[in-house]
C-alpha cells in the first residue's frame, strides 16, 4: 500500500466507491485518525428534526472502522467486513459535521475487531457506536 507509506489516507478512502458520494474527510489529530461527515442535505433521513440517514451513520462507522484498521495495522489488502453491530444513541443532527473514530479492540492474523463511536459537538456525547468484526485478507 504505497498511499499508506506516504500518509495518503484521504486519497486510501477516495477509493471507497461511498466514500465521495457520502461525504467523508479524514483528518488526524493527537488521538490518530478522525473520520469526518461534513453537513449536507442529502444525507438527511428525516427531514422533521433534521436528522441524518441511519443508513448514513452506519456506513460512516463502517468506514472509520476500515479507516482505522489499514491506519494502525500492518496489512497488504483492504479488510472486509464480516459484521457490524450499531447503537443509534441520539439523534444525528443534519445540519452539524458528525465524527467518528476507530479503537482497535484485538487484531488476529485472519479477524480483527474494532470499537466506533460517532459524535457531534461533544465526544463525551456519543449519536452512534459500533462493535464490527473485519477479515484481514
Not at 27 to 37: K, M, P, V, W, Y
Not at 77 to 84: A, E, H, Y
Not at 88 to 112: E, H
Not at 115 to 123: I, M, T
Amino acid at each position: 500500500m504505497k498511499l499508506k507509506a506516504a500518509g495518503e489516507f484521504p486519497a486510501i478512502s477516495d477509493l471507497i466507491p461511498y466514500s465521495a458520494f457520502v461525504g467523508f474527510e479524514l483528518d488526524s489529530d493527537e488521538q490518530g485518525l478522525l473520520t469526518i461527515l461534513r453537513a449536507k442535505p442529502s444525507n438527511i433521513g428525516n427531514t422533521t428534526i433534521p436528522a441524518v440517514h441511519g443508513g448514513v451513520v452506519g456506513a460512516m462507522l463502517e468506514h472509520a472502522g476500515v479507516m482505522h484498521i489499514i491506519h494502525e495495522c500492518d496489512i497488504a489488502r483492504f479488510p472486509k467486513i464480516i459484521n457490524i453491530s450499531v447503537d443509534y444513541l441520539r439523534p444525528c443532527i443534519g445540519n452539524q459535521d458528525t465524527f467518528a473514530r476507530g479503537y482497535l479492540i484485538k487484531q488476529g492474523r485472519s479477524v480483527s475487531n474494532v470499537r466506533v463511536e460517532a459524535w457531534q459537538s461533544d465526544p463525551q456525547r456519543p449519536v452512534a457506536a459500533a462493535h464490527a468484526h473485519f477479515m484481514m485478507g
